[in-house]
């Protein structure tokens, strides 16, 4: 954990990032303690948004337009290694919450191998995820409720929803149906993510262990907000 900030000030995040390690662990069947990554995660946190745009501009050779609209950004390469870059910025609830959705991000791709979870599901758990563990921060609520104000104007999540990288506002909608599977069956949906990373397509591991299909899971999540009717495109 390399930093620019006061020294007081970290042990309260790495608890976060110790607890973030052990609700996931439970979800998937890894005993606590047990060390998923390749050696140590690496953290670069720094106070202000300049310091991190710079640091992804020269070391991570990033964008700084892109960079710019970013809070934190999980680096995972393809040997294993994950470097987590973020700012804290002027509010620390916000940073905890963004400092343990982007490390669930590289949880997702250490863990048992580097198969791909779609963007729907990985950004659904890393959002999930920080709002059990940051439980000052009220972002994923409000992106939730964002996510149904939107869905009462228009009906329609959009067929990119399940199918590339997921919109901003589709996070309130990943977390809840992520939410929901897991108080539904917690064992059926660390089931499911095992045989994601075993190399089994999603929406067939998802028949596989909830018996349902991506259309039925849209259909359950629209009757969970009171909108029955809503549909992909």
Not at 78 to 104: K, M, S, W, Y
Not at 174 to 195: E, H, M, Q, T, Y
Not at 204 to 219: A, D, K, M, V
Request: hydrophobic share 40%.
């Amino acid at each position: 954990f390399f930093t620019d900030m006061p020294a007081a000030h970290i042990a309260g995040y790495v608890a976060q990032l110790d607890n973030m390690n052990v609700e996931l662990g439970k979800q998937f069947g890894v005993p606590q303690g047990e060390n998923i990554w390749r050696g140590k995660a690496v953290f670069i946190v720094f106070v202000n948004q300049a310091s991190f745009v710079h640091f992804e501009s020269k070391f991570m050779k990033l964008d700084r337009a892109a960079t710019n609209r970013k809070h934190g950004i999980c680096h995972q390469s393809g040997n294993g290694n994950v470097i987590v870059a973020c700012f804290r910025g002027d509010d620390p609830r916000l940073f905890a919450q963004v400092l343990v959705h982007e490390t669930t991000h590289g949880y997702l791709h250490r863990f048992k191998s580097s198969a791909r979870i779609p963007s729907w599901l990985n950004e659904g758990i890393a959002e999930w995820v920080s709002a059990v563990v940051v439980r000052s921060s009220r972002v994923p609520q409000k992106r939730q409720q964002e996510a149904v104000l939107r869905l009462k104007q228009t009906g329609v999540i959009g067929q990119s929803f399940f199918e590339k990288k997921i919109e901003a506002w589709h996070y309130g909608v990943a977390s809840k149906i992520i939410d929901s599977l897991i108080k539904a069956n917690p064992r059926a949906f660390g089931s499911w993510i095992v045989s994601i990373k075993e190399g089994i397509d999603w929406s067939e591991g998802l028949r596989r262990t909830f018996g349902i299909t991506p259309g039925q899971l849209i259909q359950a999540y629209g009757r969970s907000i009171g909108l029955p009717m809503i549909r992909l495109q």
